[in-house]
């Protein structure tokens, strides 16, 4: 069982995204998962305590083609801020997907079915190729799919259709990125697909091309209801066995991270490239549909149970916030958070393994970033340097850009001890009140 993917993942998204802007300066929407599950949530009671929660769960694995369930201990943080972007938080991702997922399966399906509604599920392509430019080639594709919307709307509302559940999809491959769209819609149960299908075809043709762009005949494809799981959709964006049965090479952009954390240089190019190309995007849209049939959009939906059961014996684990900052830092070059939350599990059987690993990661951050410093040092020695130099002006050079680096150090270390470990704050000196000794008089002492 990978307990600790999610948290590898979102570390090397980190990681890429830190590196993009030291190189190009400009910031890819959605890099807010560099704090996530980092920070502190913004309405938290204790901003200085970093809270880690383990308790047991009952976990599905399949393991030789059944299913088995096993009792376990799941570490997570907890009063952590989440960044919410479904794109490229694998933390986030994963819980916005398992939250569209119970709501398609316990409000969307039901009450379509109690307005005699069928649903289907439609999905658009198109044509697409490595060697362009990926972030002009989703902007064209979004900007068919708003005019392929008007021209289909009096078409949706013949067969009944009170909306859409759209939903986007980016996987890589050796073609560049397959941006596609899945829909859930819904229909009336006497209406003709495929005769649906073929208007629907037409009009995507037409407002692809008027953007650069093209597909054939796979370029639309429509399943009934019965012919689909309902959780189908949601359990893609998961992205965690998308494309898994495909003859393709396509990878979603999680699987990405996973060979960018073994090393692939292409994976983290191509990453970049994707984020890049779709940021700024929302991963699924209701629209008015929920409104229509009467309930909650997916974000304001719970489930009918309420609060999930509380394990009674759960262990809360507390240490220093700023640690934690310093411990899961991009700079580390390793993933802090999935070393803590590993420690977190061990540590009812090893009290005080949990502090130890983050002040383990602490160093490792640390170390990571007086080794940033003495390179910067070095580039700068070497733009300095000429051969036309004598060898005591070299030895001089050499001994001032030392000197320099040697405090910049130890200012960093001093600075960075004093965050982790920072002063305890002097109590408050009790004030005397003597306005009372002679009432309506003021002291003077002069």
Known sequence: MKFNLTAIRQHEASKLLTRDFLETGKNILGDGLKLCQRAKAHNSQHPETAFVIVEKKAIKEKINGKYITQIV??????????????????????????????????????????????????????KHRRDCDWALHVANFYSALAVFNVAMRRSF??????????????????????????DFFTYAPSSDLEEFQKIVLKHWKAALKKFGLSCNSHGVDIKPEGKFDIGYVAKEL???????????????????????????????????????????????????????LGIPCPSEWKKPEGIAKVDPQRLLISYPQPQHMIATSPANPRAGLAFILRAARNEAA????????????????????????????????????????????????????????????????????????????????????????????ELDFS
């Open 157 to 182: 509302l013949k067969i009944g259709s009170l909306g859409r559940v759209q939903c986007m999809e980016s996987p890589v491959g050796s073609n560049g990125i397959h941006v596609h769209i899945h």
């Open 350 to 441: 090893r009290p005080g393994t949990t502090q130890r690993m983050v002040l383990r990661m602490c160093d490792e951050t640390i170390k990571a970033d007086v080794e940033q410093i003495k390179f910067k040092h070095a580039k700068t020695l070497a733009k300095l340097i000429k051969s036309s130099f004598t060898d005591e002006e070299k030895e001089k050079l050499c001994a001032k850009i030392h000197s320099h680096c040697t405090f910049a150090i130890a200012e960093y270390r001093a600075t960075t001890y004093s965050y982790m470990h920072p002063a305890p704050k002097p109590a408050p000196q009790a004030q005397e009140d003597y306005s009372d000794l002679i009432p309506g008089l």
């Open 238 to 292: 998961a992205a965690y066995d998308t494309k898994d049965k495909s003859k393709s090479d396509l990878k979603n952009l999680f699987q990405l991270l996973d060979g960018s954390a073994k090393g692939d240089k292409q994976a983290s190019a191509d990453w970049i490239r994707a984020a890049r190309a779709i940021q700024g995007r929302d991963r699924w849209n209701v629209g008015q549909l929920a409104k229509k």
């Open 73 to 126: 201990n799941v570490a997570r943080m907890h009063d952590a801020a989440q960044c919410g972007n479904a794109h490229l938080c694998p933390h986030c991702a994963s819980y916005k997907a398992a939250t569209l997922r119970d709501w398609s399966d316990n409000a969307f399906a039901p009450a379509a079915k109690a307005k005699n509604l069928c649903i289907g599920l439609l999905t658009l392509t198109a």
